[in-house]
């Protein structure tokens, strides 16, 4: 093992030590649940964490987090959390096997990745996954995990193998952990469980700290060998370092929010130092831009930066909204502005229509995503890219940007068996032979999954069917027959909770009565908005030295929004929306922190931050803030409101043979847009 990797490693274990050392005395290890290996009994777990007004953040969910969210969700489907108390009874003994899958596959001959499955293809004629662990102490725990399958690219991976050490407020994980920095379930940007898990050493909250609700989680991974690493420009060989960091509060009960970055570096000869490291972590991006400038290859780390927010509403149909804003190099020479983005959001009901699981989820990402020009294989493990799926989806080394939807929609049957099903689909941006590609015709990708499981005592069984085209229009199909020992059968834990109707009645009043004092407000948009939209040409060179000039032009646009707030205070309101308008291309944005202060009866003011979408002629993302001034009930359940909104820095690369080329690869909009709009609240 190289020195510095026995150093970083020292360094974080021996903090971990000493935390744990301070708070095992107040709670023990805790295990965590299985991550895209189980889906049924995983979705269960996800529909309690929302009734239970616990926001998700990070996965994999630890069993303590779960614990938190009953009490609460169970209020609102006794049976459902009957069956997940169950199931996380084999957690709670001083040794077991607390997952166990396997299946069988005939499939079309096609390398098509399966989203989200460590590096498994869908020509993959099996598979199967383990997990087993031992208790010596209440603040220790062993697990022994591991995924393997056959097919185009067979493999063994270890995940889930690690020891753990501490409590509710820091735990140390050394071994084979999954790591998914997003609230969004089947895609991740930063990391996730795309490629094989990695040997990592990781320390973590198990639960929110103080008022403030802290939450945190630090790792530090080696990544597969590569002979692709410039130094010096000159190649180098060997073990690059991943390291991730996840800092987040929930300050408001039942809304978290979180900043996250992956930092890709060392490998070979190349610098790895951890003071190299920390004085790196907001440093500017260092790009080749003229004669003078620094070598590509100084660049310590090939940086991911993210912002998530989830909010969990209860309702007497309740749900949660979550986004997630993730950039790669610094844009105009400031610290804070990013480019080559991606947006991603998305909305789960767990009691759709109080029978039905609906999830709807949307990303969107500019080129450049998980490649690199020191890394050259980018932000990949053994070929796979770290993050959202739909990297894989495309021709290797194509920087090309994307688009991906997924709706998913799961129902339990009269009989207790479960029906899902889930489509997703992906459109590769159409230009890459602006990036080298010159013969790549992309078509839009779709999957169609559709799962019918038999919940048993103790086990499910089922059969998974997988439709589609793949990127470049040819069709698949994959059929699985699968056994999962994950606790099974619904109908025998819905048998174990009272059917007393007036205990229903009155757990059902609570949530009603919960959600009237909470002033939950749902509500819709209607009015006009307009502006003055400047296009900068030149945004990456510093504003020093950039010498373009920025074009404007009045705009003037209907305009649409789609809202939800709540009461978090005796005046304050905090919710989130998204707003529709048409400034010459479509812009949709996404309030991720929507405030309103009701100063009297009539009156209220607010403030508000998010991200935005605009259609250019290749997508431009970025962020907007505002304020906003609002009379209340002008007419009963109508507020008419004005708002003062400013987009900021909404960036683009210049990629098409029609953008104006002046040495600067980078263009960005901005706008300031008072928006004056009636409200409905529902």
Not at 225 to 249: C, E, F, S, V
Not at 433 to 443: C, E, K, S, T, W
Not at 593 to 599: H, M, T, W
Request: charged content about 20%; overall charge negative.
């Amino acid at each position: 093992m190289p020195d510095r990797w026995r150093a970083w490693t020292a360094t974080l274990v021996l903090a971990a030590g000493l935390g744990a050392s301070g708070t095992a005395i107040a709670s023990g290890a805790s295990p965590y649940l299985p991550l895209n290996l189980s889906p049924g009994i995983e979705r269960k777990i996800e529909r309690v964490l929302i009734l239970g007004g616990q926001p998700v953040l990070t996965r994999p969910v630890s069993v303590d987090k779960v614990m938190l969210a009953l009490p609460k969700a169970r209020r609102l489907d006794r049976a459902l959390c009957a069956e997940v108390e169950r199931y996380l009874d084999r957690y709670f003994r001083s040794s077991g096997v607390t997952h166990a899958s396997a299946e069988a596959a005939a499939a079309t001959h096609n390398t098509t990745t399966l989203p989200n499955q460590r590096g498994e293809r869908l020509d993959s004629p099996w598979d199967a996954s383990a997990a087993a662990y031992y208790r010596p102490s209440d603040y220790l725990l062993f697990t022994a995990g591991a995924v393997g399958y056959g097919g185009t690219d067979s493999r063994f991976n270890p995940a889930g193998t690690m020891m753990s050490a501490g409590g509710n407020y820091l735990q140390l994980d050394v071994g084979y952990r999954d790591h998914w920095f997003s609230p969004l379930s089947d895609s991740s940007m930063l990391i996730s469980t795309e490629a094989p898990t990695l040997p990592s050493v990781t320390f973590s909250s198990l639960r929110p700290i103080g008022a403030l609700g802290l939450e945190y989680e630090l790792f530090l991974a080696r990544m597969s060998y590569t002979n692709q690493i410039l130094w010096n420009g000159k190649d180098t060989a060997g073990y690059p370092r991943l390291a991730g960091m996840h800092l987040g509060i929930q300050p408001v009960d039942g809304w978290a929010i979180s900043g996250n970055g992956t930092w890709q570096f060392g490998g070979g000869a190349r610098p790895g130092g951890i003071g190299e490291f920390f004085s790196s972590l907001f440093s500017r991006t260092q790009l080749p831009t003229g004669p003078n400038a620094t070598d590509a290859d100084s660049r310590f780390a090939n940086r991911q930066l993210s912002i998530t927010s989830a909010y969990t509403f209860p309702a007497p149909q309740p749900f949660v909204a979550y986004f997630e804003y993730a950039a790669r190099d610094t844009l105009h020479g400031n610290r804070f502005r990013f480019r080559d983005a991606a947006l991603s959001g998305g909305v789960h009901f767990p009691q759709f229509f109080k029978r039905f699981d609906l999830t709807l989820e949307a990303s969107e990402w500019q080129d450049s995503w998980y490649t690199d020009y020191v890394w050259l294989e980018g932000m990949t493990v053994n070929g796979y890219v770290t993050g959202a799926w739909g990297g894989d989806w495309r021709t290797p080394g194509d920087a090309v940007g994307a688009q991906t939807e997924m709706a998913q929609l799961g129902w339990a049957l009269h009989s207790g068996d479960e029906i899902n099903l889930r489509v997703r689909t992906l459109q590769n941006q159409g230009y890459s032979a602006q990036l080298g590609f010159p013969n790549v015709d992309y078509r839009r990708a779709s999957m169609l999954t559709a799962e019918y499981a038999q919940p048993r005592d103790g086990y499910t069984r089922g059969l998974t069917l997988d439709v589609g085209n793949d990127v470049y229009g040819k069709g698949f199909a994959r059929l699985a027959a699968f056994v999962r020992l994950d606790g099974g059968n619904q109908e025998h834990a819905a048998a174990t909770v009272d059917d007393d109707e007036t205990q229903q009645t009155n757990d059902a009043q609570d949530i009603a009565d919960y959600a009237k004092v909470a002033k939950l407000e749902r509500f819709v948009d209607a009015g006009v908005s307009g502006g003055r939209l400047g296009l900068d040409l030149g945004g990456f060179t510093p504003a020093e030295e950039a010498s373009s000039a920025v074009q404007y032009r009045s705009v003037i646009s209907p305009h649409l929004g789609l809202g939800v707030r709540r009461a978090v205070s005796a005046n304050g309101d905090l919710g989130v929306r998204a707003e529709f308008d048409d400034f010459h291309g479509a812009l949709v944005g996404l309030r991720v922190l929507d405030y309103r202060y009701r100063l009297e009866e009539h009156f209220a003011v607010g403030a508000f931050f998010g991200f935005v979408h605009y259609s250019a002629p290749t997508p431009a993302l970025g962020y907007y803030e505002g304020v906003g001034l609002q009379w209340r009930d002008l007419w009963p359940h109508w507020d008419l409101s004005l708002d003062a909104r400013i987009m900021d820095h909404v960036q683009r690369n210049k990629l098409l043979p029609s953008d104006p080329q002046n040495n600067d690869p980078v263009e960005w909009y901005t706008m300031q847009a008072p928006t004056l709009y009636l409200s409905r609240r529902f």
